[in-house]
């Protein structure tokens, strides 16, 4: 989960996401807002709605794999929570069930990524490419792809287009550690493994989201890299617009 990190991440996306939809109109017509899932990770809300989309929130009703106490940095052993719980208590209570997600009543969805991503949405943290997606997250995946509607990903949540999706192209950076800026390189290499193509990108610079435009998924690195945030923040802000524009709102 990527608790800590979330007002980068709200700032990123908006400055990425095209503002003033919303307010649009005329006599005639009125413009609707792409309607956006946002799975796990609040923070998001507040910068699609900025953008002009409306946003819900969602997250799997299951227990967490465990609860880290960052004071410490390391689990604590005696502790037990549940991912809706904690998700709603981030997103101020505005969240619902993964299970009521259908693609009837959002344009896209956005899986923001970090650990959660990985041991709570998956278990790839701890099987890599034998990971097991939760059943919901499988789901959305793939009845959003056969709708033809527009994924979102990053940091670590494009392995799980990579699990579900057959032939996805996908990026988590790059394939090689370079001395410690990709520290999470490897997961390119299970990402190939687990039959996706795996798109070389930095986080930020030109381009710096991958755009799948046969399966509508955009993916970028995020926090796969160690860099400064502004860069991340544009990535991610990249991946957003794109998602946005595939949605033809």
Request: glycine content about 8%.
């Amino acid at each position: 989960m990527l608790s800590s990190r979330a007002p980068a991440l709200c700032t990123a996306l908006r400055r990425a996401a095209p503002g003033g939809l919303a307010s649009l109109h005329s006599s005639a017509q009125r413009w609707r807002a792409a309607r956006v899932a946002v799975v796990r990770e609040a923070c998001v809300c507040l910068v699609v709605f900025r953008g002009g989309a409306e946003v819900q929130m969602y997250a799997p009703d299951v227990p967490q794999m465990h609860v880290i106490d960052h004071s410490k940095g390391q689990p604590a052993e005696a502790e037990s929570r549940n991912v809706l719980v904690e998700s709603a208590r981030i997103a101020r209570g505005k969240i619902t069930s993964l299970a009521k997600l259908t693609t009837a009543d959002h344009d896209a969805v956005i899986f923001p990524g970090g650990f959660g991503a990985a041991k709570n949405l998956s278990t790839f943290a701890v099987d890599g490419k034998d990971c097991k997606v939760n059943r919901e997250v499988e789901r959305v995946l793939k009845d959003f792809h056969k709708a033809g509607k527009p994924i979102g990903l990053c940091c670590i949540s494009p392995v799980l287009a990579a699990k579900v999706l057959s032939g996805a192209e996908v990026t988590v950076g790059h394939e090689e550690e370079e001395g410690g800026k990709w520290p999470y390189a490897g997961t390119a290499g299970a990402i190939k493994e687990l039959g996706a193509k795996h798109c070389v990108k930095e986080v930020t610079i030109s381009f710096p989201a991958h755009v799948d435009t046969k399966n509508k998924v955009v993916t970028t690195p995020a926090f796969m890299c160690e860099t400064a945030l502004h860069h991340i923040f544009d990535g991610i802000g990249a991946m957003v617009k794109n998602v946005l524009k595939l949605t033809g709102k």
